[in-house]
């Protein structure tokens, strides 16, 4: 059985036969769920099996993008509503310790959702550090304006998610915070000098370099690469996130159909490919786009296929939680600085 260098998702809450099809003849490392297709608790867990059934392999890797805030696939009333990660940054300019602690319960809460219903994988934290004026597309998604905070608290968010028997995915490297457009629409260009990026946007993700998984963003960095995104840049792959950054993990692309990205999809997987990234990821579930990824993917194999292995190799059994007190203190701790459960 040979794996593909490529992660998917699906259209709705439920595996149709023509994308169980897909998976069993593609062979993709994993699946990532999106809200379209998180809507019970059975529901999901049918998903993932099936999935899993389809790939014919039972631990295949499930992911989600579970932050909190706005981005929260799992929604009340089925999972509670979690804050975002600007409310572990005002805890913490208040009292270091509880900002860390929050972040923490705030990771092994997730967690524990998410195993319930299969997932393994979790694309938090988000380490992009806040510039004012910027996009919202990060915007209240970061810890913070201080680097040396944001890889604080987002250490503790990532120790919080693997004490719950999951993989953390630091993003988006090696930096999103300075973009003054969303890559989602647009591609992002940033002219900041090396020497403050190195301050700055990349000093988080380096503090965090031995986490196992990381996601790349879609933005240009005009002083090291001038015409090409993140994810598609041999050079940043290279000289900064395996360089200067140092990270040794599994890296993951940011969605290969987000308008940032140029060329029809079988292109942007190539392109992603020859730039050092492991993996390609797409998310939106349309199965001729998912084709076209598959097409263009590569085996999971050599130095990719090892960090894929590696990064698996590190979940570990979940540690013991009293959920009802643990939730009670994430709440009383965010209600300290304003944020208020909206069910």
């Known amino acids: 059985m040979v794996v593909k260098a490529f992660i998917s998702g699906v259209a709705g809450p439920r595996l149709e036969p023509e994308e169980a099809a897909l998976f069993r003849d593609e062979q993709p490392w994993g699946l990532i769920l999106f809200k379209r297709n998180c809507r019970e608790p059975a529901e999901i867990r049918d998903l993932v099996a099936g999935f899993r059934e389809a790939v014919g392999r039972p631990d295949a890797p499930v992911l989600i ?57 979790d694309c938090v934290p988000v380490l992009d550090v806040a510039v004012p004026g910027v996009t919202d597309a990060i915007g209240n998604r970061s810890f913070g304006g201080d680097p040396q905070r944001v890889a604080t608290l987002g250490r503790a968010m990532a120790e ?39 301050a700055t946007d990349f000093a988080p993700f380096a503090a965090l370099a031995d986490l196992p998984i990381g996601m790349t963003s879609h933005v240009v960095y005009r002083t090291i690469d001038p015409e090409r995104p993140a994810t598609t840049s041999p050079v940043i792959v290279r000289d900064i996130i395996r360089g200067r950054i140092s990270f040794r993990g599994l890296l993951l692309s940011d969605d290969v159909s987000m308008n940032a990205l140029s060329g029809d999809y079988g292109e942007r997987a190539r392109a992603i490919r020859d730039a050092g990234v492991d993996i390609v990821l797409h998310c939106n579930g349309r199965i001729e786009e998912m084709r076209a990824v598959a097409d263009a993917s590569a085996a999971l194999a050599g130095e990719s296929g090892e960090r894929a292995a590696r990064a698996l190799s590190m979940i570990r059994k979940p540690e013991p939680l009293d959920r009802k007190a643990a939730r009670e203190e994430l709440v009383a701790l965010a209600n300290s600085v304003g944020w208020r459960a909206a069910a």
């Open 65 to 121: 993008d579970q932050e909190g805030g706005r981005v929260q696939r799992l929604q009340p009333p089925n999972w509670p509503p979690y804050p975002p990660g600007r409310t572990f940054g005002l805890i913490a300019e208040q009292d270091e310790g509880k900002g860390i602690r929050a972040a923490w319960l705030q990771g092994r809460l997730m967690g524990a959702d998410l195993a319930d219903v299969g997932v393994s994988i």
């Open 160 to 198: 919080g998610m693997m004490a719950a028997g999951l993989l953390p995915t630091m993003k988006h490297m090696p930096g999103h915070g300075r973009a003054v457009v969303d890559s989602h629409y647009h591609l992002p260009v940033v002219d900041a000098d090396l020497d403050t990026l190195v």
